[in-house]
């Protein structure tokens, strides 16, 4: 009955033209992510975090824009995720969901944006499917994708002579996919793969395995996982002497927060690739206080592209004139150019895959680190095109 | 040189020897479910969250206090086996008349509840917790880099299981809990205080669980899904023991670790499912487990 | 052991002949509620609730009525959800065609998995249903068709019998309820039976069942095959519903979760287990933003009903109404 009602209204407005609708932007934003489980601290609450402080940056308030902010969690499982952006769309008003982070959510709620035409401005998960087998006209993919992840630390490490290579893949398709990913990188840079192993999804003990890749003689042990996963991989390897024996760790995906909770006793000489690294310039820094008096932690890569995404959308819709039109939205996204303080200069390529710099890191040892969150040391930059996957013709939603 | 299916004798040892200190986890953790089984006759779920508090107790005592490990392994246990002790006198102990079934639920819906507040309280990250200064290091063995703590965990847990079979199967203590467990109504007649045995049984049990929680936590990261993952295998490994057997729960928790380690080496995919392979077997074959007795 | 007089609290299963005016009512009530459901409730949810009461009742049928607990119903659930997803997205069958090809995979595991299972009694039962369901998982985890953990995503609503088209959310409503709703009266059909006489008699007392000649065994793989065949139809029919399938489905905390439900709604009871699915899928709906608190009030609520509710609601209110329920 009160969806009839809205309808009505809806119509009624729509009839009468009233002026002070038309003036006035509505703008509903779901974010979507983990709240509970293993990607909980990375996005979460400090996703809505940083969707509140784009809001409050972009003013949207002066531009004549009511914008709203809602979230919930999707437990990491595509049924849930899909079925609260179904209700979100169909139910909420919802103009645009943000972050989701794990893949299969995030393919499964691409899918049901499309056909409710609203906007997904993905900032979590990091399946290159998004922009490429899966790719979608209301696609945006933010922050990085594992593509990316795997030049940044691949390429690096390989030119750095860490020739042979010895992969730890959790057994499941992303870390299958991030596998492939690098060792295409590896292999293009020189390098070649000594060995691999299937690890079953969730482990706890990489003693065994470790074991093997001690054995295998590679120069670079490439962790194809994820969160706890990894956490417990490079503890390990640490424990068993592996790291201090001249093997390099290559932590595929990897974020402050992973790092911070492994300290930096154990995590130093890491590599890794990010986006965003909250000591990067007086900008991050500046943003990032603000972030931690509200939040309580230095904010990650997926945090920060949420902000810098948020504010894009922001600056579209107003562009636009309108939130209805998901995919009018997204074309106008890809029209634009946008600078923020976090990632700089960015753009969105025809196939709804965000372009913009990446970093190679490596992390501090505990003498060099000057407080809890000192962590990394930035080694190189890489350039968007360098990083991503050139775009697939057939995904150019700009040509059709 | 000598090779077994590809794989030198070597790898082949260190492989075996990873596996009994998996082993060793398995033996503790499922060493207190036989207990609790035995002489409770409740399949204790909420095992795994308690295994989890041991390891985020020890974190806590030296977060908080400052009180470091080895202190930490006296004292986590004992507030893990306050804690369960609590549980048993205000929930499990109105159970005992019924069914098992309502063992089981009541302990899963506790474990929910550890699990979920923990969630809340410390995230899902994890928390870091260094091994002692004692045991850090290690010894090339030759064939492997053995870390003290590993050493150090497997003689811990040996120790703990043999001193807990001598208690229980060779004390006069554990002659009443036997007899206990056999008929409850006589030895309450001989002027046993069988209830208070029964709270201080499943006490026991579960301080072993946070033992076990309390060494695991150097060595794998203390977070609030660590028992999640262990407890289903837990089961499977009393399972197979057979249901209460003391003996048959820490031989087989030894067991099961070097099987998992051998498969780790030769089928890496599967050797999360090998154990629930084994378990299938052994419950068509020989269903009252490896070493207990028939029902 | 004297294990064989502590039985479940559950409700005794009434002799009648037809349905009792009663349950006519309620039924016809329920039915009535269900048609005009969708013009007030976002219909996705109504067609989740939906589904998962039939899965409730397909496990109370075993649990309830054949005293038997499985702790790895997800299988026949997750398994079936999967063969659906398969068939409408690969074969391209009808929706009512893939539902159906689901719900027969989720009987030939049950009778596959059951005649070994049966064979064992109380935990030792449940053990075996437990190893079996991880194998499953590990099946749908290592597959190639079931997709890894991404699951099947994206299966295609489809048409009804090839004619009508079930992409509006209203349409799949009816087709949902028709299904779940046959289902749940056909499971009436069951316990209501002969055959579900002779079940009650073997949960009661298995010696003297077997001393009365019947062949327990038989009863008892039949009831577990139904049992998985009619938590494999619930199954299957998500999947159209929500347009994939995951590894959610065939986990074992899904197992758990069906266990709630029934516990909560009433084991025994005929309407228990659809109260208890509609309680907690509401629950788990309107309470996702809390994150992880939704994991401990689900806890808290296990704990509450074991301690103090094992009849369940219905239960309790059946006790009151002193009629069955």
Redesign the interface.
Known sequence: ?IRKLAICSVAWAAMTGSPALAQEIAVKLGVLND????Y???S?EGSVVAARMAVEDFKAADKGMKVEII???HQN????G???A??WY??DGVNAILDVPT??VA??VA?ITTEKNGVLIDSGAGSTSLTREQCRPTTVHWTYDTAALATGTGAAMTKAGGKKWFFLTA????G?SLEENTIRVVENSGGEVVGK?????????F???L??A??SGADVIGLANA??DT??AI??AS???ITQ?GQKMAALLFFV??V????A??AQGLSLTEAFYWDQNDDTRAWSKRFMDIHGAQPTMVQAGVYSGTMAYLAAVEAVGSADDGKAVVAKMKEMEFNDPLFGKVTVRGDGRAIHDMYLFEVKSPDQSEGEWDLYNQISSITGDEAFLPMLDECDFTKM | MFELLGVPPQVLLGQLLLGLINGSFYAVLSLGLAVIFGLLNIINFAHGALYMAGAFAAWMLLHYLGIGYWPALILAPLIVGAFGIVLERTMLSRLYHLDHLYGLLLTFGLALIIQGLFRNYYGISGLPYQIPDLLSGGHNLGFMFLPNYRAWVVAASVLVCFGTWFMIEKTRLGAYLRAATENPILVGAFGVNVPLMIMLTYGFGVALAGFAGVLAAPIYSVNPTMGEQLIIVVFAVVVIGGMGSIMGAIVTGYMLGLIEGLTRVFYPEGSAVVIFVIMAIVLMIKPEGLFGRPA | MAMKDKTIDAAPVVQTAGMPRLHKIIFSLLLAGLIVLPFFVYPVFAMKVMCFALFAAAFNLLLGFGGLLSFGHAAYFGGASYVAAHAAKVWGLTPELSVLCGAAAAGVLGLAIGSLAIRRQGIYFAMVTLAFAQMVYFVALQAEFTGGEDGIQSVPRGDLFGLISLADNIALYFFVLVVTFGGILLLYRIVHSPFGQVLKAIRENEPRAISLGYDVNRYKLIVFTLSATMAGLAGATKSQVFQLSSLTDVHWSMSGEVVLMTLLGGMGTIFGPLVGAAMIVTMQNYLATFGAWVTVIQGVIFVIGVLVFREGIVGVLSRWLKKPL
């Open positions: 009955m709240r509970s489980g293993i909980a601290d990375l979460g979230s919930a969690d499982k595509p049924d849930i899909s079925n609260i179904r209700q169909d139910v893949s299969s393919l499964a899918d057994d499941y398709a992303f299958h192993v299937n690890v079953p999804f969730p482990a706890q003990d003693s065994s395995f074991l093997q001690q054995g969160g706890g956490v417990n503890k390990q424990e068993f002497g024996a927060t992973d911070h909770a492994l300290g006793e154990t």
